[in-house]
Nanobody
């Protein structure tokens, strides 16, 4: 099992920036994909961005150009740099770890709140 701890959320004004971090610990497979998802009140959880162990990234369309996902494999940490934040980015952001050999082995963090004021 992999444990995930997120940090970096908070309150920011429209146009501001935040950097989220997620540290993984436990049984970390070398073949993996880490990512960020978000869930706004009353809405389903949605993909923000993912990054594989070899650095390949994917982004949800609305986040491209504003958000950047990166990782430090030596620190088992994934980051999400968010720029140009909008009120509609307000949500709880969740870190996800997925074993890409066995997709049933997936873990979620507890979430970190991001609030963007207008």
């Amino acid at each position: 099992q992999v444990q995930l701890v997120e940090s970096g959320g908070g309150l920011v004004q429209t146009g501001g920036s935040l950097r989220l971090s997620c540290v993984a610990s436990g049984s970390i497979s070398s073949a993996n994909k880490m990512g960020w998802y978000r869930q706004a009140p009353g809405k389903q959880r949605e993909l923000v961005a993912t990054i594989t162990d070899d650095g390949r990234t994917t982004y949800a369309g609305s986040m491209k150009g504003r958000f950047t996902i990166s990782r430090d494999n030596a620190k088992n940490t994934v980051y999400l740099q968010m720029n140009g934040l909008k009120p509609e980015d307000t949500a709880v952001y969740y870190c996800n770890f997925r074993n890409t050999i066995d997709y049933t082995k997936t873990s979620w963090g507890q979430g970190t709140q991001v609030t963007v004021s207008s």
